[in-house]
């Protein structure tokens, strides 16, 4: 596997489920990203972490809850979402240091659906 | 209140024709600016950058220019290509930092052949 990795692709859940989405990034990179996409709005940026430390919160409910165990890969744990919640969520990761450091590389996204 | 707006939700082109994608912004601060393209099913992925100390940033077919003064960038594509059919988004970040990259809506671009 190459590039940024995220699954599942597509997740429908309930309101009260508990569920989790998950990205591998196998580029060396320090920095991971949790992005959502909502229809007609613009790239929210939701998380930031460098090295493992979350260095960003966009003022993200407490329902999502980001894990980010080692600097190749990074959760989103998902409970009592809300139906405005659906949404395309991109992980992303980036190098933070050097040639670059401002450029993200986004996995192909996890499509949420929330009833 | 959005601090990057992609005014046009959508561009048609010609194939071999100029395709112009514009983009605004209202902070002063942002001085690094991206455009990804994304297609259908995939991820956005980067296309060009430029720096608030350059006025224009060129590769190959693909030409970002930046007017400080209006705030206002566009992506050039010279020539466009069905290929080139994608949602193109326009990002900043101020102290060229990537935490704060900021966003537009994109603007899909379709390039008949």
């Known amino acids: 596997e190459t590039g940024v990795t995220q699954t599942p692709r597509h997740l429908v859940m309930g309101m009260t489920n508990k569920k989790s989405l998950k990205c591998e990034q196998h580029?060396?990179?320090?920095?991971m990203y949790w992005y959502k996409q909502s229809a007609k709005k613009p790239l929210e940026l939701m998380f930031v972490?460098?090295?493992?430390?979350?260095?960003e919160n966009n003022s993200v409910p407490s329902r999502f809850s980001p894990e980010c165990p080692n600097s190749s890969h990074l959760f989103l744990h998902l409970h009592t979402l809300q139906p405005e919640d659906s949404a395309l969520y991109l992980c992303?990761?980036?190098?933070?240091?050097?040639?670059?450091?401002?450029?993200?590389?986004f996995g192909a996204g996890s499509r949420l659906t929330v009833l | 209140d959005q601090q990057v707006k992609q005014n046009s939700p959508s561009l048609s082109v010609q194939e071999g024709r100029i395709s112009i994608l514009n983009c605004d912004y209202t902070?002063?601060?942002?001085?690094?600016f991206l455009w990804y393209k994304k297609y259908p099913a995939e991820g956005p992925t980067f296309l060009i950058s430029?720096?608030?100390?350059?006025d224009k940033n060129e590769d190959g077919r693909f030409t970002v220019f930046l007017n400080k003064s209006a705030k206002h960038l566009s992506l050039h594509i010279v020539p466009s290509q069905p290929g080139d059919s994608a949602v193109y988004f326009c990002?900043?970040?101020?102290?060229?930092?990537?935490?704060?990259?900021?966003f537009g809506k994109g603007t899909k671009l379709t390039v008949n052949p």
């Open positions: 992303a990761s980036s190098p933070r240091q050097g040639w670059g450091a401002n450029v993200l590389t």
């Open positions: 580029l060396g990179h320090n920095a």
């Open positions: 972490y460098n090295f493992k430390e979350q260095t």
């Open positions: 902070n002063s601060m942002f001085d690094y």
């Open positions: 430029i720096s608030s100390i350059k």
């Open positions: 990002a900043a970040s101020a102290q060229g930092g990537s935490e704060k990259l900021v």
